[in-house]
């Protein structure tokens, strides 16, 4: 079953706090990739990940850095949380490095107050 | 970089009559072309996707056309029904090796009984 997962689905957070958000698939995928969606602004790439321990900016990486040391996992931190971090994230996975047909996880909804 | 602009934002139809959204991209290289829905509360679900060298496809009642001279991308809904009401996002990437997809901003579809 082709699937991604993402935890926490909400999370409510100070600002200063060190937050976590992770993804995992079960696709094998090389490819892995971070977005936010903001009312307006559609989805913005934050990281894109090619494999493990391969990975760069998207559009917005600016207060955001990330992890990937197995290839079905890949996290997203925030160190020291802001509140303009507010927002809707998205997970997605896709075989192959082209951003073609990409399968996304259910979002996280992070709030920080 | 890459810009897309879709349309129209907001999409009102009837059931059974035709919904057609348009992306317009800038990069001619541009390789990879799809669709996404989006449902209320959830990620989203990859509908159709085309590579450059195709003009057309057809699936289950949507139908993806690609206009390369013009730098077009179409999906057309024939037939809506109440349950295609969604977010629908087109994304392209891939021009010149640079594989970090762009997205448009969505269109709103909204299929009345």
């Known amino acids: 079953d082709m699937k991604v997962t993402q935890m926490p689905r909400y999370l409510i957070k100070r600002m200063g706090e060190n937050v976590l958000l992770e993804c995992g698939q079960d696709?094998?995928?090389?490819?892995m990739y971070w977005y936010r969606q903001d009312p307006g602004l559609g989805l913005q790439l934050i990281y894109i990940s090619y494999d493990v321990d391969s990975n760069s900016e998207g559009d917005i990486p600016k207060g955001y850095r990330v992890s990937r040391k197995k290839r079905e996992h890949f996290s997203l931190i925030l160190d020291s949380a802001k509140t303009n971090q507010t927002s809707v994230y998205f997970c997605?996975?896709?075989?192959?490095?082209?951003?073609?047909?990409?399968?996304f996880g259910p979002g996280t909804r992070l709030t920080v107050l | 970089g890459e810009q897309v602009e879709q349309r129209p934002p907001h999409l009102s139809v009837r059931e059974g009559d035709s919904a057609i959204i348009i992306c317009t991209y800038t990069d001619s290289a541009t390789a990879y072309f799809s669709w996404y829905k989006q449902e209320a509360g959830a990620g989203l679900q990859l509908l159709m996707s085309?590579?450059?060298?195709?003009d057309r496809k057809e699936e289950q009642g949507l139908t993806v056309l690609l206009n390369k001279k013009d730098k077009r991308l179409s999906l057309n809904l024939t037939a809506a029904h109440p349950g295609d009401s969604a977010v629908y996002f087109c994304a392209v990437s891939g021009s010149g090796g640079n594989y970090k997809p762009t997205f448009g901003k969505g269109t709103s579809l909204v299929v009345h009984p």
């Open positions: 085309v590579l450059s060298n195709v």
């Open positions: 997605a996975s896709s075989s192959g490095t082209g951003g073609y047909e990409q399968y």
């Open positions: 696709m094998s995928h090389e490819t």
